[in-house]
C-alpha cells in the first residue's frame, strides 16, 4: 500500500474515522478570540447542566410537555423553545432515555384525536425549524426505525416523518457535486466510511475510483451541506463491463476517455439510514448522466454493474421440488427422484464459482437468477438493489457469470453480478410497467425464465 497523501491526514481506509460525523471546532488560543470561545463553552455547558436537571432521570417528560410539542401553534414562543431544549436532551441522552422521551410524546400522540397532530406533522414541522433541525430529524428517524415495532405510536411518526423527509429531500432540491483526488479530505474521508458496495482497500484504491479516467459524484442537501447523501460510482468501457475486479483493479492502466462509449455505474451507497425509504426518484441518476454527457459527449450507454445482494437467502429457502420446477426444461417432464433442494444448490453454486463450472450449471444459475430478479412482492421487486434500478425505470439486461469472485460476492449472489440498462428514452415506460407489476427484463434474461 501506497503511503497516504500529505492532505490525507484524519483518513481511515478502514472506515474506522474519529472525525467523521462530529463537529470539529477551531479554538483560539489566546488573546480575546480565547476569552469569547471560553464563554461559549461556559455558556453551553450551563445550558446543557440546566437541560440535564430538567431531564434527568428522576424528572420526566411529561404528557402536558408532549402535548405541547405536538399541538402549539409554529409560532408559539414558549413550545418552540421547549422544542429546542427537547431535541438538545435527546441528542445528550444514552439510548434508553431517547427511547423514553419518544415513548412520551407516541402515547400523548395517540390520544388526540387530530390526524395532523396525532402524527407528528406540527411537531417536526416545529423541530425542522430550528437550527440544524434537518439533520437532527434524520438522526431522530434512525431512532425510530430502530424501535419501530417496540414503541405503540412509532410507526404512526415514522411514516408521516418519512412523508415529510420525501418533500424536504426532493431530488430537485439537491446538489450534485464531483469529487476528485483534490477533493477536502473530510469528504474523501466520508467516501471510505460510507461505502457500502465494495469496501475501499486503501490509499491506492481511494485514488484510483476519484481518478481523472472515472468519476465520483455526491448528493447533498443545502441544509447539510457538509453531509454527502448518496455517492454514486462510476467507470468508463468500451463495452458493457462484466466483471467488478476488473473495474477495481488499481494496476490496470488508465482508461482512455476517448474511447469510451459505456458508462458503468459500480457502487451506489446511501450514507444516511434515517433517510431509509426515501425514493430520491429516477431524476438522480439522470442528473449524473446528464453532468457525464456534458463532459464526455462520446458517452452512448449506461448500465450498472450490480450486486444480486439477497439471491442466496433467497435460494436457500427453496425447497426441492420449487427449484426443479424453475430448472425443468420442459413443463410436461417428470421430476426426479432425491432432488437437491435450495441450500445444496447454493454450495453447489459456491464451489463452482471458485472453481470452474459447467454450462449446465451456469445455464441453472442464471435461470434461478433471472426468476428471483424478476419476482416481485407487496408490488416491490424482491432484490433491494433490483428495487431501486427498477424503480428508477432501468431493465435488468444482462447476467454475469464469476463477476465477483470477492468473500462477500460469493456470499450473497455465487459470485454473480447483473447488467441494470439504463436506456434513457424507456425510463418513464419501464417504471410504469413497473407499478403494473411487470418488471422489464432484456430478451436474453426472459429466455431464461
Known sequence: MSSPDPRAAGRAPSGKSTSVGKPVSSTPASGEGADDASAAVAGASGLMARIGRLWDRDASFTPAQAQALLSARLTDVAANRLAREWSAAYLAADARVRRALLTTLAQTAQSIDDADIGGGQRLFKRLNALPDGLRFLVALRTDMLKWR????????FDSTLQDLLSAWFDVGLLEL???TWDSPASLLEKLIVYEAVHEIQSWDDLRHRVAGDRRCYAYFHPKMPDVPLIFVEVAFSPTMADNVQSLLDTQAPSGDLDRARWAIFYSISNTQAGLRGISFGNFLLKRVIDAMVEDLPKLKSFATLSPIPGFNDWLAKQDAPAIEKLLREKPEARPRGRLPDGERWVARLQKAARGSASEVVQRAAFKLAAHYLSSMKNGQPLDPVARFHLGNGARVERLNWA???SAKGIAQS??????YLYALDDLDDNLARLNDGTPVVSRAIARLR
Open 177 to 179: 457535486r464531483r469529487l
Open 149 to 156: 415495532k417496540q414503541v405503540p405510536g412509532l410507526p404512526a
Open 403 to 405: 463477476a465477483d469472485r
Open 414 to 419: 455465487s459470485a454473480m453480478m447483473v447488467n
